[in-house]
């Protein structure tokens, strides 16, 4: 992490003469509008610096971004990247903005490129990883799910994540290993019994699906099913939610789903 602040310093300042920084274009706002309506204005000034282009942009950017307008974000990340191409800090700030509005192949060749440069950068590697899965991608997704774990072993996300990703390509010993790596870890978490019930439902033992999925709904709670996105994001760590499954489903068509193949299909 502090290596991709100090790259994204250095792409700002370097190598740029020593008065380009007298003509800073200050245009953070006192909210996200008015950053915008600012940067644009330095933007579309012919006197602008080439320095203050770029800090309009990042700005720009982030403000676009913080409102969700994801596609304004990328265009303004893709216009840095034209201005000072093959900086793995814009391509990181293009990447997020990419893997959020769900735009995965795109996110991919951005996240792959600053994985170029920091191979061992484990968030990088599991949103790539995300990313992939929600493409069906499902082998490179395993891929670089188990590289995440062998670099943080303590990520406890990854341990699930690569289950579901072992069910989609239907190695359900290898799904239920990690289920119980998950569940040792994180006994009252609820994702633990929906990984433990999906791989059961993925060798059609019902009975034990139906099992575990009653016991993550009785330790997530009544709303547990149609809160999971909700909870999913206050986990945090740039992970978005698990897609497709389980979220929109009450407690009693749990039980049906698991009886429909389309519906088992995880993340």
């Given amino acids: 992490m502090l290596k991709r602040k100090l790259r994204l310093i250095c792409f700002l300042v370097w190598p740029l003469p020593v008065h380009a920084h007298e003509g800073h274009a200050m245009c953070a706002g006192s909210s996200h509008e008015q950053t915008i309506k600012q940067c644009t204005a330095v933007l579309g000034s012919k006197s602008s610096t080439r320095h203050n282009r770029l800090h309009a942009l990042l700005d720009r950017g982030g403000a676009y971004t913080r409102l969700e307008n994801f596609d304004a974000a990328v265009r303004d990340y893709t216009a840095l990247i034209e201005i000072v191409p093959g900086t793995s800090a814009a391509h990181s700030l293009r990447a997020h903005a990419l893997f959020t509005a769900k735009r995965f192949d795109e996110a991919i060749e951005d996240l ?12 990088y590697l599991r949103m790539r990883a995300q990313a992939y899965g929600s493409t069906d991608r499902h082998e490179d997704a395993l891929r670089d799910w188990t590289r995440s774990i062998e670099l943080a072993p303590e990520n406890d996300w990854a341990v699930l994540q690569r289950g579901f990703t072992y069910i989609a390509l239907g190695n359900f010993k290898a799904a239920f290993t990690d289920a119980d790596e998950y569940s040792r870890r994180a006994p009252n978490d609820p994702f633990g019994h929906i990984l433990r019930g999906a791989v059961h439902a ?18 997530g709670g009544s709303d547990f099913v149609r809160n999971l996105q909700t909870h999913l994001q ?9 897609d497709g499954i389980y979220n929109d489903l009450t407690r009693s068509s749990l039980r049906m789903c698991l009886k429909v193949p389309e519906c088992r299909r995880p993340i």
């Fill in 112 to 123: 792959s490129f600053v994985l170029g440069e920091e191979p061992e950068n484990t968030l």
């Fill in 234 to 242: 206050e986990r945090g760590d740039y992970e978005g939610p698990i």
């Fill in 202 to 219: 993925g060798l059609e033992d019902f009975d034990l699906a139906m099992a575990s999925l009653d016991q993550a709904a009785e330790l």
